[in-house]
């Protein structure tokens, strides 16, 4: 269901409109993480399996879409430079499967993403 609504909106031309209406403003692309348990993952919104995150990025160049820095990017926002494509990436909480699967994909891509490490794990050397 998700996808043949995901796929109505696309032909009806949904998602050109709303590039359109917010490309004042900066899209940042915020994600929590790789799952690395066993299936099914836990947290269905908050997690994604690693394949999901390597098509994205794929997408995202095979697209044209420009990864910012989000210093760039607010710089972009603030003086009223943004592209189209222009997207920031987030990631936090600092896990291990950001390490083992997104980093890898990031540097191949050359895209700049800004890492959210919580400071109280890695004062206390305590895993998250």
Known sequence: MKAFLLRLARISGCFALTRILTRSRLKILCYHGIWIGPAPHYGDCLYMAAHTFTERMAWLEKK????????????????????????????????YGTWLHMVPVLQRHAFPSTLYVPTLEVISQEPH
């Open 64 to 95: 044209g879409y420009r990864v910012l820095t989000l210093d760039e990017g607010l710089r972009k926002c603030r003086d009223g430079r943004l592209g189209l494509r222009d997207v920031v990436i987030t990631i936090d909480d600092a896990w």
